[in-house]
């Protein structure tokens, strides 16, 4: 996106214009299109008016209402971080009695924007001369918030006590984007985030959910967050903003609420003394934060459960527990991994809806669900089918969600 792209709304007129369209629908752009030209504006106003209803209709899952009053670029957007979890990052700062914080490499400012909203005084730094356009634009109702175009590793931090930093997570060539993995290839690098730290700041960073244990340092606290089952991002957080006692934590965000599963120790993968197992009772798959938080073996003995296989992330009880930080499923049977064997019992119990869960093994689910569901009659019955590995051995295992009848 050109700046000329978002330059035509930066007037009364233009505002105006974007704020006078209703909800956007993909069916009636092009007469919308042609309305809006016959009523006499120009055609690159009315190009980036309804480009910026487009990422406003898509925004409301990020922003909520906010983003009727925003602006985006694509990229923007498809980074930026969820409002509801902006506002986790702004409460850090908050309790911490941080005042002045740089919001560095903040894109469309959703994190500027929360800490704004809670009165902190931010600098927004952005060194994409449109997206800190937009970002202008986003953060003009709150009066101490400033944004600087510019490269986070040059911005000037006198009087500033908190930095809060999302790294560029990708590059861009010709072909693309494509992501980065290595802590140290981002921009700016996770050593830059040290630098800071060891200055004293209060200092906290995004990073990929990806993030192996053994880049984050010994010095922060590490917070997986997954929102609806989405592991969103790894938060690492340094002196005013590490909380005492927790160096890995997994906050599960859902529709019941919050829920957080912490210990005081870095993950040490020889060191997850849980007995392994038979599949039998009740199999639960842990949240994907919990997974990445490495915190599979805490939430084993937390519940009183088994794993059944020191290297996959299932574990099993013999009676039912509740827990927010896991989905549950009763187990029916545990089958042999066989495709044809498997193909007879879809055709014998008449099922036409299988859902296929899989982990520690390279079968895609897509593929065997059409293997098995072809020629199998279409039947009414729905089944659920969990595919692992015990050992060298990979099974099948039959399941149905706490409370749910499935086939038989």
Same mark, same amino acid.
């Given at each position: ?10 007037? *009364?007129?233009?505002?105006?214009? #974007? +704020? ?22 120009? $055609?690159?106003?009315?190009?980036? &008016? ?29 980074? &930026? ?31 500027? #924007? ?22 202008? %634009?986003?953060?003009?109702?709150? $009066?101490? =918030? ?42 700016? $690098?996770?050593?830059? *985030?040290?630098? #800071?730290?060891? +200055? ?8 990929? $959910? ?5 880049? *984050? ?45 912490? +210990? ?24 994907? =934060? ?8 805490? #939430? ?7 794993? %059944? ?21 009763? %187990? ?63 099974? =099948?295992? %039959? ?10």
């Amino acid at each position: 996106m050109s700046l000329d792209a978002i330059s035509p709304l930066l007037t *009364v007129a233009g505002w105006e214009l #974007l +704020s006078s369209l209703g909800p956007y629908s993909d069916a009636e752009s092009l007469k919308l299109n042609e309305s809006l030209r016959k009523a006499g504006h120009s $055609p690159e106003l009315v190009a980036a &008016a309804l480009t910026q209803s487009r990422l406003r209709a898509k925004a409301e899952a990020k922003f909520g209402e906010f983003a009727h009053q925003m602006l985006f670029t694509q990229t923007g957007l498809e980074q &930026a971080t969820r409002l509801s979890i902006a506002a986790l990052h702004a409460q850090r700062f908050k309790a911490a009695g941080i005042t002045r914080v740089a919001d560095l490499g903040c894109g469309l400012g959703a994190d500027s #924007l929360a800490m704004a909203s809670l009165d902190i005084s931010v600098t927004a730094v952005e060194m994409d001369e449109i997206t800190a356009a937009c970002t202008t %634009v986003n953060l003009m109702p709150f $009066p101490e =918030a400033t944004v600087i175009c510019g490269r986070a590793e040059e911005t000037d931090l006198g009087g500033i006590d908190g930095v809060w930093l999302d790294p560029a997570r990708r590059t861009t060539n010709t072909s693309g984007t494509t992501r980065l993995f290595d802590p140290e290839a981002f921009s700016p $690098p996770l050593s830059f *985030v040290e630098m #800071l730290a060891d +200055s004293g700041k209060a200092v906290g960073v995004k990073m990929g $959910p990806g993030i192996p244990h053994d880049a *984050v340092p010994a010095t922060a606290e590490a917070q997986w967050i997954s929102v609806n089952g989405d592991v969103v991002e790894a938060g690492l957080y340094f002196n005013a903003l590490a909380r005492p006692g927790i160096r890995r934590a997994a906050l599960v965000v859902g529709a019941n609420g919050m829920h957080e599963l912490t +210990s005081a120790v870095p993950y040490d993968p020889a060191a997850q003394d849980v007995e392994v197992g038979p599949i039998s009772g009740y199999l639960y798959e842990p949240d994907g =934060a919990v997974i990445r938080a490495g915190l599979v073996a805490d #939430l084993a003995r937390t519940v009183g459960a088994h794993l %059944v296989d020191e290297h996959i992330a299932y574990i099993c009880t013999e009676n039912p527990v509740n827990t927010p930080f896991a989905r549950g499923y009763k %187990v029916l049977d545990v089958k042999p991994f066989n495709v044809k064997a498997l193909k007879s019992w879809v055709k014998a119990n008449r099922i036409g809806v299988l859902d296929i869960k899989k982990r520690g093994i390279s079968t895609t689910p897509e593929v065997l669900r059409r293997q098995l569901l072809t020629g199998s009659g279409k039947g009414p019955n729905k089944a659920t089918l969990i595919l692992t590995r015990i050992g060298e051995d990979r099974v =099948a295992v %039959v399941v149905e969600p706490h409370g749910a009848t499935g086939a038989p």
